[in-house]
């Protein structure tokens, strides 16, 4: 009898606090296989459904959030990456501003959810451990020719942390003040006439926030962000 085919998604979602990096959000498995691993969110397609709907669905079920920026990564097929039958999975490269998301509400199959920063992940469930490594390089690649780094970041942000994130993403330190030259120089920054608030001694930092209007104008005059 020939083997069932089925058809999951599964949720590589980064994150990005001032305190703990960037981070990975993973749920704790309530049933077999792998009960009690921790895993990417994620789970069978519907048939009533696409697989931008089923990830969003999972995503929503099993950790309680709504991720704005969501792609398609790769798709995963190698036999007996699931014990039960056989599984293709088309995985999802998602960013957010975890530290805003700090509350996370596993249901369903998930009987936790948490952010892990990625250095240090767990042992996880299934061929996880192999699509995450494909989604962090496909992030350090990506924030080197598109602004997505700005997705994990709060609506306004000191321009420390941009360097801090950028500081954590690339594989070699950035020039603060060549990073800060180029970044400025797109347009894409608007200098704000606010503030951070500054615990204890110290001048606070000026806020800044990324014009995504400016940046779609670039795009159309074939100008693209590029920081190397």
Known sequence: MEEELKVSVDGVVFGYSKESGVNLLLIKRKY???EGKWALPGGFLKSNENLDQAIERELKEETGLSINYLEQLYTFGELKRDPRTRVITVA???LINSEAYKELNATTDASEAKWFNVENL???AFDHDKIIKVAFKRLR???Q???IGF???GDKFPFSDLEILYNSLLESPIDRRNFKKKVMSYGIIDELDEYAQQKGAGRPAKLYKFN???YKHLQEKGIYFEIN
């Open 32 to 34: 077999p296989p792998f």
């Open 92 to 94: 999802y490269f998602g």
């Open 122 to 124: 767990p042992d996880l």
């Open 141 to 143: 690649l990506k924030v």
């Open 145 to 147: 020719y598109e602004p």
């Open 151 to 153: 997705e994990l970041l």
């Open 212 to 214: 995504k209007e400016i």
